[in-house]
């Protein structure tokens, strides 16, 4: 246990009251943690559509609720058994996934889906409360999963935590506690995409400029970005992009057939679906080759149940659904952070705006510019 005994602290936090409501900087009170629980002080959080999605009531509509699962912070107390994995000062990213490593899953190559510390759709703690309320009327307050980093206090599970080697920038690290580790995963760790390949990536926000860059470190010979933002040519390119589609340059033409048309009407032999939109998952799995074709679901929009032509998939491709791109958190995040240390993976690309906490409402209006891919969140 910390030394100090914690006290409850009083803090600023995003808040949503209902779903798609406003969302409002207010006082939050954050109780001290308990057994296997760290209070950590937020340095830096980012905004991920995600959150865009829960602050609408997905995937259970809990509130009031604290959005935000991309972050940074130090540790600033910790609760008994934490043992030590951390400790008051650490600097640490909060997950929404844990790896127990001992269970079938986790000891399983095939999956980053921990039975013991799977994703947690119900806002609380693992003893069924929560160590937050508002400051006001004492209503308790709904984490996003495991987390709630649009706060300027946060507590979590310490099996929901990594240290965080600190010659990584801080907000690189903020990036990757989901939406670009995500994309890289997916090429790498969901669906091993082999040398030589070819690979399309449909959306090139931070998701899609992951997985460009996880295929490419997996050796993919041609890899197409398909984006209706000209703009995203350039950047995707900087990831390891080696073609481009704009659809509305093609009016009369599917996406998938344009990938075809770039490939020797065969299609592709991996395809990354990262923008949640319906229609476009069927038009990445009809781009993969039939018989053989992979086509990976990243992206996830606020529809339940997706439509697939039947024609598509029974022709033999494959259709896989992915969390966090595969990627496990203890085993998998320290390589990629690595990687980022020794600029095999270049973050500063990503981040276009920065905004205080108390200026969240503008990251709504930010999301919808053009050239945004990334915005960081100062505390």
């Known amino acids: 246990m910390s030394q100090k005994i914690p006290h409850v602290i009083t803090c600023k936090a995003a808040v949503v009251r209902e779903a798609g409501g406003a969302i409002a900087v207010e006082e939050i009170k954050v109780d001290p943690p308990k057994a296997s629980e760290v209070r950590i002080k937020m340095l830096y959080a980012s905004v991920c559509h ?104 946060t507590v979590i599970d310490v099996n929901y935590v990594i240290k965080v080697d600190p010659r990584v920038p801080l907000p690189h690290v903020s990036f990757l506690s989901c939406g670009f580790t995500t994309g890289l995963g997916a090429p790498w760790k969901e669906a091993a995409v082999t040398k030589g390949s070819s690979v399309a990536v449909f959306g090139l926000g931070a998701v899609g400029l992951g997985a460009i860059k996880g295929a490419q470190m997996q050796g993919a010979s041609t890899i197409i970005g398909v984006d209706i933002n000209e703009k995203k040519a350039a950047i995707g390119e900087a990831f390891g992009m080696t073609d481009f589609i704009n659809p509305r340059n093609h009016p009369d033409k599917s996406v998938s057939d344009l990938v075809k048309d770039m490939t020797n009407g065969l299609g592709v032999d991996y395809s990354f679906e990262c923008t949640g939109v319906e229609p476009l998952l069927n038009e990445a799995l009809e781009a993969s080759k039939i018989g053989i074709g992979t086509a ?60 205080r906490l108390e200026n969240i409402k503008e990251a709504f209006e930010i999301l919808k510019k053009h050239e945004c891919l990334k915005i960081l969140i100062n505390f």
Request: charged letters at 20%; hydrophobic letters at 35%.
């Open 296 to 355: 990976v679901a990243i992206g996830v929009g606020m529809q339940t149940n997706w439509a697939i032509r039947n024609m598509t998939l029974m022709g033999g491709r494959t259709l896989k659904g992915s969390l966090m791109g595969g990627i496990k958190t203890q085993s998998d995040l320290p390589v990629i952070l690595d990687k980022c240390i020794n600029k095999e993976i270049e973050m500063d690309k990503l981040l276009t705006h920065e905004i």
């Open 50 to 153: 995600t959150d865009i999605l829960c602050c609408k009531g997905k995937p259970i509509p809990l509130f009031p609720r604290i959005p935000g699962h991309e972050g940074v912070g130090v540790v600033e107390s910790i609760g008994e058994d934490v043992g030590t994995r951390v400790k008051p000062g650490d600097v640490v990213m909060p997950l929404y996934l844990g790896e127990c490593g001992e269970c079938l899953n986790c000891k399983s190559e095939k999956t980053n889906i921990c039975h013991v510390h799977p994703i947690n759709v119900n806002g609380l703690m693992r003893d069924g409360t929560s160590r937050m309320s508002m400051a006001l009327t004492g209503e308790t307050a709904y984490h996003v999963f495991s987390c709630a980093t649009w706060s300027e206090y």
